[in-house]
C-alpha cells in the first residue's frame, strides 16, 4: 500500500523555526517528485513547495521563498520541510504528497498541525 | 500565483447531478491539460478523483467526470449520493513546477 507520514508540527511562536518529516512507503521513492501541501484552518488546500526524485530542483511558492527548504534523503525515504522564521499566517495543517504527475497528488497522508503564535 | 475561482458551495438532491467549476487563466487551467480534482472530508485525508482533465484513478466511482473548456474547468458529480457531501478542491499546473489549487467548494446534498 502507498502510504506517507507526516510528523513533526508543533506549538511556535512566530519567528521560531520547526522541521517537518514524512515517511513514505510502498512505491519508489526515489523516482518521484514530492510536494507539501498546506490548509490553514478554515481555508482551502495551497501548494508549498516541491522537490525533484534527485538533485537540487526545488520550487516554492512566494510566501514561504527563501523562509522553508525542501529536501529528502532518498536512502531513507524520507521528506522534510525546514520552516524558519515562522508567521502566524504559516498555521496550517501540512500534507505530504507524492507528484505522480502534473499535479496528480496521491498519496496524502493525515497531515501534521503547525500552530504559529503571535 | 492566484488561487483558483470555485464556488463556495454547490447542493443537489440524491440521484441529481450537479456541476462545480474552477476558473483560472491562460497561466493555468487554459494553458496545461493537467487540472485536477480532490474530495476532502474534513479531518481526512485528501482523495485525488480526477487528474489531467478528466482522468480516473483506479477505484474512482465513474459518477464523477472532468473536463475543461478555456480557462475554465469542471468537476460534474452524477447520480448524487449522501456520501459525496464533502469539499472538492481543483488544482492546476502553472508551468515551471509550480501548482495552484482553488478556493475550494462544499458539495451539500439535501
Known amino acids: 500500500e502507498e502510504q506517507v507520514v507526516e510528523s513533526g508540527g508543533d506549538w511556535v511562536q512566530a519567528g521560531g523555526s520547526l522541521r517537518l518529516s514524512c515517511a513514505a512507503s510502498g512505491f519508489d521513492f526515489k523516482t518521484t517528485w514530492m510536494s507539501w501541501v498546506r490548509q490553514a484552518p478554515g481555508k482551502g488546500l495551497e501548494w508549498v513547495a516541491d522537490i525533484k526524485y534527485v538533485g537540487r530542483e526545488e520550487f516554492y511558492v512566494d510566501s514561504v521563498k527563501g523562509r522553508f527548504t525542501i529536501s529528502r534523503d532518498n536512502a531513507k525515504n524520507s521528506l522534510y520541510l525546514q520552516m524558519n522564521s515562522l508567521r502566524a499566517e504559516d498555521t496550517a495543517t501540512y500534507y505530504c504528497?507524492?507528484?505522480?504527475?502534473?499535479?496528480?497528488?496521491?498519496?496524502w497522508g493525515q497531515g501534521t498541525l503547525v500552530i504559529v503564535s503571535s | 500565483q492566484s488561487a483558483l475561482t470555485q464556488p463556495a458551495s454547490v447542493s443537489g438532491s440524491p440521484g441529481q447531478s450537479i456541476a462545480i467549476s474552477c476558473t483560472g487563466t491562460?497561466?493555468?487551467?487554459?494553458?496545461?491539460?493537467?487540472v485536477s480534482w480532490y474530495q476532502h472530508y474534513p479531518g481526512k485525508a485528501p482523495k485525488v478523483i480526477i487528474y489531467?482533465?478528466?482522468k480516473r484513478p483506479s477505484g474512482v466511482s465513474d459518477r464523477f467526470s472532468g473536463s475543461k473548456s478555456g480557462n475554465t474547468a469542471s468537476l460534474t458529480i452524477s447520480g448524487l449520493r449522501a456520501e459525496d457531501e464533502a469539499d472538492y478542491y481543483c488544482?492546476?499546473?502553472?508551468?515551471?513546477?509550480?501548482?495552484?489549487f482553488g478556493f475550494g467548494t462544499r458539495v451539500t446534498v439535501l
Open positions: 491562460s497561466s493555468d487551467v487554459g494553458g496545461y491539460n493537467f
Open positions: 488544482c492546476s499546473y502553472a508551468g515551471h513546477s509550480f501548482y495552484v
Open positions: 504528497v507524492r507528484d505522480k504527475g502534473y499535479g496528480n497528488f496521491d498519496p
Open positions: 489531467d482533465v478528466s
